[in-house]
């Protein structure tokens, strides 16, 4: 999960930012904080922002991959069906041919 790995590590690096202008902004005063504040305030929600899409393309990728598996499950089980019929008529086939041969 790369995408997610690296959106937690953008959320972080989002929050330190936020700490240190919080901080830089208490040493200010109230207008530098204020613009401080709104300007991490736009970084965290542009991270969101981002995080939900990261969200929403994993959702997509894990009902591809849902659709997907289920498709080869379904394939796994016709096969395994074909595979023991195949293998009742070879039975069935050497059976004959060592009859055929003790005779």
């Given at each position: 999960?790369?995408?997610?790995?690296?959106?937690?590590?953008?959320l972080g690096k989002a929050?330190?930012?936020?700490?240190?202008?919080?901080?830089?902004?208490?040493?200010?005063?109230?207008?530098?904080?204020?613009?401080?504040?709104?300007?991490?305030?736009?970084?965290?929600?542009?991270?969101?922002?981002?995080?939900?899409?990261?969200?929403?393309?994993?959702?997509?990728?894990?009902?591809?991959?849902?659709?997907?598996?289920?498709?080869?499950?379904?394939?796994?089980?016709?096969?395994?069906?074909?595979?023991?019929?195949?293998?009742?008529?070879?039975?069935?086939?050497?059976?004959?041919?060592?009859?055929?041969?003790?005779?």
């Amino acid at each position: 999960m790369p995408n997610l790995d690296e959106s937690v590590a953008r959320l972080g690096k989002a929050v330190e930012q936020l700490t240190r202008t919080l901080e830089n902004g208490a040493n200010k005063g109230g207008a530098g904080q204020a613009s401080g504040l709104a300007e991490s305030l736009a970084t965290v929600q542009q991270e969101r922002d981002g995080l939900h899409a990261d969200l929403e393309s994993l959702r997509a990728e894990h009902r591809k991959s849902g659709a997907a598996l289920r498709d080869a499950q379904e394939n796994y089980a016709a096969m395994q069906v074909v595979s023991e019929a195949v293998a009742g008529r070879l039975d069935g086939a050497i059976g004959e041919l060592k009859i055929l041969l003790k005779e």
